[in-house]
Nanobody, 126 residues
Framework: QVHLLESGGGLVQAGHSLRLSCVVSGGTFSNYAMGWFRQAPGKRREFVAAIRRSGDTADYADSVAGRFTISRDNARNTVALQMNSLKSEDTAVYSC???????????????????WGQGTQVTVSS
């Protein structure tokens, strides 16, 4: 069984930064592309960022491009999301998830991801 555990969420002021981490256990981490999604109250879950198995390619939602950076450490089975210049509209529960490496084309679709973490709350005050 694959298990994902996020950490690093919290309450920050607009313009500040947070770094989220996700540790994956129980599977072969290097086989997975990884993604971050978020869901705000009353809204649908939305794609935030994804990174290929090797870490050489990443993709971002337009709303976070230039502010957020996704990275991974295959030796430590972790994926991180560095969030800079946070805005109030970034407030949401952020979740990491695994994507079969062969499904990169579908990286923005939540239903393509197999294993999910419980999520970590990020609240940005204006």
């Amino acid at each position: 069984q694959v298990h994902l555990l996020e950490s690093g969420g919290g309450l920050v002021q607009a313009g500040h930064s947070l770094r989220l981490s996700c540790v994956v256990s129980g599977g072969t981490f290097s086989n997975y592309a990884m993604g971050w999604f978020r869901q705000a109250p009353g809204k649908r879950r939305e794609f935030v960022a994804a990174i290929r198995r090797s870490g050489d390619t990443a993709d971002y939602a337009d709303s976070v491009a230039g502010r957020f950076t996704i990275s991974r450490d295959n030796a430590r089975n972790t994926v991180a999301l560095q969030m800079n210049s946070l805005k109030s509209e970034d407030t949401a529960v952020y979740s990491c998830a695994t994507l079969d490496g062969s499904r990169w084309l579908f990286r923005k679709l939540a239903n393509e991801y197999v294993y999910w973490g419980q999520g970590t709350q990020v609240t940005v005050s204006s």
